[in-house]
Each structure stands twice: as C-alpha cells, then as structure tokens.
C-alpha cells in the first residue's frame, strides 16, 4: 500500500520561503505522476503543481514562477519548494500520487485523477 506523508507546512510573513516535502512509501514500479494540491476550507481542492516520471512539470498559472516541484527517487520523497509567498497561498496542502503500468502524461492524471493522497500539511502566510 502506498502511503504518503507531506511536512514541512508552517506560519510565514508574506515574501517568506517554505519547502514542502512528502514522503512516499510503499513505492511501485512503473510510470507514475507526482502532484501538489491545496485547499482552503469552504473551496474545491487546487492544483499546484505536477510531475512525471519524464521529469515534465507544470504549474498553476497563480504559482508558476515562484513555485518549484522536484523529486527525489532515491529517497523517494517529492518536494514543493514555494518562494515569495502571499496571503492567498494560505491552505492546506497535499501530495497526491499515481502509479501505472502505461505512461502517464500530467495532463491525464491532472484529468483522471489520482490513487493516493497524503493527509495535507498546513501553510499559513501572514501580510
């Protein structure tokens, strides 16, 4: 069973910097993609920002630039690295993972969705 479990959340001052991590176990084979997600209570989930196993990542508009995901397969461990944060990052966030015996693309999983959720980890950035 795959489990993931995401840190690294906490209270920043606007233009601050955080660096999410989640760590997966139960790691399978395969192709798989790799997300990031957040949600405000009362709001739909989200998303952030995605990645493949190619390696091809995407971002919201509303990140893009001062977010980055990145990965770490020997440690199985996926990364959100979020510069310059404003208000309006505030949520909680979560990874999302899923595996498959075909290729995946980000924009299939972002479409079809995901196996596996970790519990979310809260980011809080005060102006």
């Known amino acids: 069973q795959v489990q993931l479990v995401e840190s690294g959340g906490g209270s920043v001052q606007a233009g601050g910097s955080l660096r999410l991590s989640c760590a997966l176990s139960?790691?399978?084979?395969?192709?798989?993609?790799k997300a990031w997600y957040r949600q405000v209570p009362g709001k739909e989930r989200e998303f952030v920002s995605i990645?493949?196993?190619?390696?091809?990542?995407s971002y919201a508009d509303s990140v893009q630039g001062r977010f980055t995901i990145s990965e770490d397969n020997a440690e199985n461990a996926l990364y959100l690295q979020m510069d310059n944060l404003q208000p309006e990052d505030t949520a909680m966030y979560y990874c999302?993972?899923?595996?498959?015996?075909?290729?995946?693309?980000?924009?299939?999983?972002?479409?079809?969705?995901?196996?596996?959720w970790g519990q979310g980890t809260q980011v809080t950035v005060s102006s």
């Open positions: 139960g790691y399978r084979a395969g192709y798989y993609c």
């Open positions: 999302a993972a899923d595996y498959q015996s075909i290729y995946l693309t980000t924009s299939y999983c972002r479409r079809n969705g995901y196996s596996y």
């Open positions: 990645i493949n196993s190619d390696g091809g990542a």
